[in-house]
């Protein structure tokens, strides 16, 4: 089953099934490991995430349960979040490298690429609990999976296009309210909200989109575009804390001054398109697109 809830189905069954298929899929990559650990990790951290915006989407319909797993996932997830941080720097370096405005510059973010990917081997050897972290997160998606067959999300069909247009609201306001957070003090952890509630509406067109396929896949390609570019903003800010913290890592300064510069330079670029793009994405009033979404669920399923 791919992700995605069914109109034609009932509601129970299909958050049942994707939640599960989700969890599963997260064991899976954590076991298996067939790109190795790291990548693992990276999988089973995008099918929690993907479970997370599924509970969001339904949570009136089991606000304790939603509230409890939510926390149990999401402190999962954090314990997993070290190793792939210094793959983002490593991931973010190769774009600043990609984008260089000169030859010494290249060169100077290639030494920076080797050193960062240094620094990520050094603290993979130093990680002696992720084998034990990934371990405990098998576990915890096998107790998630437990506690998921113990709740019931069966509603009537307009009491379940009330549900998803309650939701949509919500999350529709949350990135408004971010958005205007970040126009008008442009704080990190601004946009990290951002990203977070851009992530959510990003899911919820990917869970919803048999409704209205065309549009739906349409704006949901571009919140997915947005979520990468903050993404990347915020992997240089990142980028750009380490090079603060830990400037021993740098054999030469003006290596280190390029490093900076280039980060400067691009953060602005990214932030540019990050709200430009969220401008369009959230441009309807989140009135009428939730009302726009209940209409579509219930026609959808006549």
């Given at each position: 089953m791919s992700y995605r809830i069914r109109p034609d189905k009932a509601l129970d069954d299909e958050v049942h099934a994707v939640a599960a298929q989700q969890l599963g899929k997260a064991m899976a990559a954590l076991i298996d490991r067939p790109e190795g650990l790291h990548e693992a990790v990276h999988a089973a951290r995008k099918?929690?995430?993907?479970?997370?915006?599924?509970?969001?989407?339904v949570a009136r319909r089991a606000p304790e349960f939603q509230r409890r797993e939510n926390d149990r996932l999401r402190e999962m997830a954090r314990t997993l979040s070290g190793m792939r941080d210094a793959?983002?720097?490593?991931?973010v370096s190769?774009?600043?490298?990609?984008?260089?405005?000169?030859?010494?510059?290249?060169?100077?973010l290639a030494r920076m690429t080797g050193m960062l990917t240094s620094r990520r081997d050094r603290l993979a050897e130093e990680e002696t609990e992720l084998e034990a972290k990934a371990n405990a997160a098998v576990a915890t998606c096998g107790d998630a999976l437990a506690a998921l067959n113990d709740v019931s999300f069966e509603c009537g069909r307009r009491a379940t296009a009330r549900l998803f247009g309650g939701s949509w609201l919500k999350t529709c306001r949350k990135a408004a309210q971010a958005l205007s957070h970040c126009r008008a003090e442009g704080h990190a952890d601004q946009f990290h909200d951002l990203r977070k509630r851009s992530q959510d509406y990003w899911m919820h067109h990917a869970l919803l989109r048999d409704i209205w396929p065309a549009a739906m896949h349409a704006?949901?390609?571009?919140?997915?575009?947005?979520?990468?570019?903050?993404?990347?903003?915020?992997?240089?800010?990142?980028?750009?804390?380490?090079?603060?913290?830990?400037?021993?890592?740098?054999?030469?300064?003006?290596?280190?001054a390029r490093l900076i510069e280039a980060i400067i330079s691009r953060q602005q670029t990214a932030r540019t398109d990050a709200l430009e793009r969220a401008e369009w994405v959230f441009a309807d009033d989140p009135d009428k697109e939730a009302h726009t979404i209940k209409r579509l669920w219930l026609e959808a399923g006549d």
């Open positions: 099918n929690i995430k993907r479970v997370r915006a599924l509970y969001r989407l793959t983002a720097l490593i991931e190769h774009y600043l490298q990609e984008t260089a405005t000169s030859q010494d510059e290249a060169e100077s704006k949901q390609v571009e919140a997915k575009a947005l979520v990468d570019v903050l993404g990347r903003y915020l992997d240089l800010s990142m980028l750009s804390e380490v090079a603060d913290r830990e400037p021993h890592l740098f054999d030469d300064a003006q290596d280190r």
